[in-house]
């Protein structure tokens, strides 16, 4: 009987060996770019982002758009995930001095015309519950700058069927006065420093005293701390950074008042 002899193949990988390193790179190289950020995006898209939100080139939305389409992204992915994550990777960038206030600003506008760009293939949405289109009003306090979060929070309302404005840092009293006027059935206040929540509270107070019945008012934005000691302190109703979660809360108790 005759046996293959192996010894040879086993003891010479010849031209293969040097493919190995090559191969272990690769892998690497695709694990990395697979690589999913706490929040559920994908890093390398991430970096897609930010790294064209920042560049000396111009920016062009449409294709930017067709770039992200091309990643087999929803719009709703990238309203509700990648454009918010670009702009936190931006204010950290700014954050350790790797960005100048200029450069953060003009990737922070850029990721708001992409956002104007995505919210225009929305579907909007029935409101959760309810058959009445419900009104919103997002309201970024004084002194307060992530006015791109405001904007993504109005679009996250409008594909849930709600009719959403937005008050960039106006007085409480202009904002009581106006929420006096147009009788939103929700308020939705973004807060990205607990200094801001005092100007909140009076804003709240306002509108607590001259408007009835009383808009449902919610806390969110990136601010950081007791969340049930801030709600409180603000005299808002719930704290969430899900705009779903203020709208059901407005359906269930428009519902519970005999008015939906």
Known sequence: MTHDDTRGTMMNPGPYRDLEPLASKVIMMLSERQAVTPAGARQV????????????RGFDPVQVMHELRGHRLTVDAVIDVYIPQSAVCLGEMWMESDIDFAEVTIGSLRLQSLLIEASVEVDHRPSVDTDDVMHALVVVPEAEQHLLGANVVAAQLRRLGCEAAVSICETPKTVAARVTCDQPDMVLFTCARSAALDSIARTVQKIRENTHPTPVIALGGPVRGD???MREKAGADLMTNTAKDVVSFCAKRKKALGQG
Do not use: E, Q, S
Not at 45 to 56: E, F, G, H
């Open 45 to 56: 898209i991430v970096d897609y982002l930010v790294r064209t939100a920042l560049a000396k």
């Open 227 to 229: 969340l049930d000691g």
